[in-house]
């Protein structure tokens, strides 16, 4: 098996940047050989990975094969993609599909604050056209099966050797076969972002007072997940409302409008299968 000690050291340095990742959000991958897949287990911290603990290793080709054919429900996808798991810690992420689907050794997804002031505003889309022309841009979607549906249906457009996909309220994707190139280029997004809108400094202390609006309507899918929770004292219900009252506040002061998910969609996350199983999970 090749060596997994790269991969483990980028994803948690990747999931240490709470600008990028906050508490279980986001996922890494790196594909073995041309069937073996390792991927972050559903629910770890990527700041928390390492070589004893935090992912699976699946069948990747499998689980690209399984995305031929239609798929009834997410709770039978979610049950269909865990079968392909040969070894690992639990179960592996709900964004499997598309780390499988998509054609490089390594994929690395997060969520940063800066660059979710855009792809939570209405605005965020032609401003990041044309601040990066040659990525390609996901309209809002459900996480797991949804998203790595479309995910297939565009991957015969990943043309360069490193892959920038944005996803409209959820965050950032990056592909390629050298791995601390596709992790820059997250920290490089956020940077430029941060610089283009002169965002101040996300400091998860200074967003605990949270606009009351958060607790009705949702910028992003984590928001939903942890609003479910009860627990307020947790990592994750922290971290991603501090994000979310971040990226809220930053919208306005940006002149930018808010785009919150939609009911239906809301309903869709909060029913879906891998996402209870997420949020059962102890948080710290």
């Known amino acids: 098996m090749n060596d997994l000690s790269e991969f483990v050291e980028v994803s948690s340095k990747l999931g240490s940047d709470l ?11 790196q594909k073995i ?13 990527l700041r928390d990975i390492s070589l004893q603990k ?41 964004e499997s599909g598309f780390h499988a689907i998509i ?28 601040l990066y022309p040659d990525s390609l841009f996901i309209g809002t979607i459900a996480p797991g099966m949804k998203l790595s549906m479309k995910i297939k249906s565009i991957v015969n457009k990943m043309n360069d050797d490193i892959c920038i996909l944005f996803l409209q309220n959820h965050g950032l994707i990056t592909a390629s076969d050298n791995l601390e190139s596709c992790y820059e280029i997250h920290k490089n997004i956020s940077a430029n972002v941060k610089k283009e809108l002169s965002l101040p400094k996300f400091i998860l202390e200074n967003n605990q007072d949270i606009d009351p609006i958060l607790f009705e309507k949702s910028l992003f899918p984590d928001q939903i997940v942890f609003s479910d929770s009860g627990d307020r004292d947790s990592d994750g219900f922290k971290e991603n409302f501090a994000a979310a009252n971040y990226i809220f506040v ?13 009911s239906q969609l809301i309903d869709y996350i909060r029913s879906m299968d891998s996402e209870k199983y997420r949020l059962n999970l102890k948080q710290k």
């Open 33 to 45: 050989n041309s069937q073996l897949m390792a991927v972050k287990s559903s629910g770890t911290f």
């Open 19 to 29: 600008s990028l990742v906050q508490a279980g959000g986001g996922n890494t991958s």
């Open 54 to 94: 935090g992912f699976c290793i699946l069948n990747y080709e499998d689980v690209k094969n399984y995305h031929d054919t239609p798929v009834d429900t997410e709770t039978k996808y979610s049950k269909e993609i865990n079968k392909f798991v040969q070894s690992g810690n639990g179960r592996p992420s709900m």
């Open 250 to 262: 930053q919208i306005n002061s940006s002149g930018l409008t808010p785009l919150f998910l939609k």
């Open 103 to 130: 054609p490089r050794k390594f994929v690395l997804h997060s969520h940063p604050v800066y660059l979710n002031v855009l792809l939570c505003s209405q605005e965020g889309k032609s401003i990041l056209k044309t």
